[in-house]
């Protein structure tokens, strides 16, 4: 039997001397470690050993040197517990298994880092909003501004015209930016001329572009002319279409272009027209990717102020037309109610970001179960069911 020498030449592939039986798990070819499904008792050992060191060495320093800063001490245990945590496993496994391990340990705390922000900052609006949003539920929900004033209680103002213009808003958006942003991604994951980069390039542009820019845009070309009767949901809607397009244009292209190119040569090769394979192969294929697309274009612009700001103009009542009149909107009343004076306004306005944020999450997941669906599936208007005829029809 051949032993198998790692890249030092002088320890066992199985392990170094001392790791026996236990050593890392080997593919089929024994040549390489072998990544475990679950963490084992050996691992979950030494990182608590790696832990424990990095933490009585960090606070020995702090201590002798006097310094009182919790986050930097934290801060420093992790870079503590990060290196002797790689070096136990390179002196255990070799460097190939040490690198994958300080890999997932770094990836694993990225993610935990930003889920404790996302967590602390939904947390907070939790625990400010939810005696405002469960004082009379669902009162607040419904109601309307009208009655604010000087002597308003939490209990008498509502968000209800604030929900309905942000869902309408949002919805007009989508419609009109979902079949723009899905065809100009399709010509150009199809296309490789001078227009096609242009268009590649103002897209890119308008990715970073910031949001007043869009509420400017849309209020000197549609709100101006108009003067008072400009301002409007449909306004504020292409308003947000216009931060929308290119975050839906450029996460679709790039589902676009993922799709096997196999699937869209067998169905030219069957005849059919290029409208056809798009409409019927590409983009069902990609249905999960598009849908994952325009969460993230909803995502942009669920909570923007500014382009509300300048053309819906907000209105205390309900307005039900968006094509006529101002219409309110929740990042909107939030701007207005936080620097209204008084106990009542600010504790609205955490109600109201309580709502906004439940609004957003209930539209992610109806995004989430339309997309859920197999690919290639069909729910196209225009689809025949056909029927199996006997050989008497």
């Keep these: 039997m051949t032993t198998l020498l790692d890249p030092r030449g002088a320890v066992p592939a199985d392990g170094p001397p001392g790791a026996g039986p236990g050593g890392p798990p080997t593919d089929a070819g024994g040549d390489r470690p072998r990544r475990p499904r ?56 070799g460097p190939i298994l040490a690198k994958d391990r300080m890999a997932t340990l770094g990836i694993w705390a990225g993610a935990l880092v930003a889920l404790f922000a996302l967590a602390a900052v939904i947390g907070y609006v939790l625990l400010k909003g939810f005696t405002v949003v469960f004082s009379g539920f669902p009162h607040f929900l419904y109601a309307d501004m009208s009655q604010l004033g000087g002597t308003a209680k939490v209990t008498d103002v509502g968000v209800g015209p604030a929900i309905v213009g942000t869902i309408e808003q949002v919805a007009l958006a989508t419609v009109m930016t979902v079949p723009l ?20 390039a103002v897209v890119d ?3 970073g572009a910031p949001a007043i820019i869009a509420g400017l845009f849309v209020y000197l070309l549609w709100v101006q002319p108009r003067h008072t009767a400009g301002k409007s949901g449909l306004a504020a809607a292409m308003a947000l279409a216009v931060m929308m397009l290119p975050v839906v244009t450029r996460a679709a292209e790039e589902v676009v272009a993922i799709v096997p190119g196999s699937l869209r040569e067998a169905a030219l090769a069957l005849g059919a027209p290029e409208w056809r394979v798009l409409l019927r192969v590409v983009l069902p294929a990609a249905r999960a990717g598009l849908i994952t697309a325009v969460i993230l274009g909803v995502a942009r612009i669920a909570g923007e102020t500014a382009p509300v700001l300048f053309n819906a103009g907000g209105f205390a009542r309900y307005n039900w037309n968006p094509f006529s009149g101002q219409q309110d909107d929740l990042p909107f ?61």
Excluded: H
Excluded at 341 to 353: F, I, K, L, N
């Design 181 to 200: 942003g899905v065809l100009t991604a399709t010509y150009l994951v199809g296309s490789d001329g001078l227009f096609s980069r242009t268009v590649s």
């Design 333 to 393: 009343r939030v701007y207005e109610l936080i620097f209204q004076p008084g106990r009542v306004p600010v504790a609205a306005a955490w109600g109201a970001s309580l709502v906004l944020v439940f609004v957003v999450l209930v539209l992610f997941v109806i995004a989430r179960l339309l997309g859920s669906s197999q690919p290639g599936r069909s729910f196209a208007p225009w689809k025949i069911v056909r029927r199996n005829r006997g050989p008497e029809e």
């Design 38 to 93: 679950s963490l084992t008792v050996a691992t979950v050992l030494e990182m608590a050993g790696a832990a424990a060191s990095g933490l009585a060495l960090v606070w020995t320093v702090f201590t002798v040197a006097g310094i009182s800063a919790p986050f930097g001490m934290a801060v420093c245990w992790f870079g503590a517990f990060f290196t002797i945590y790689g070096l136990v496993c390179w002196r255990l496994y």
């Design 205 to 207: 542009a308008m990715t």
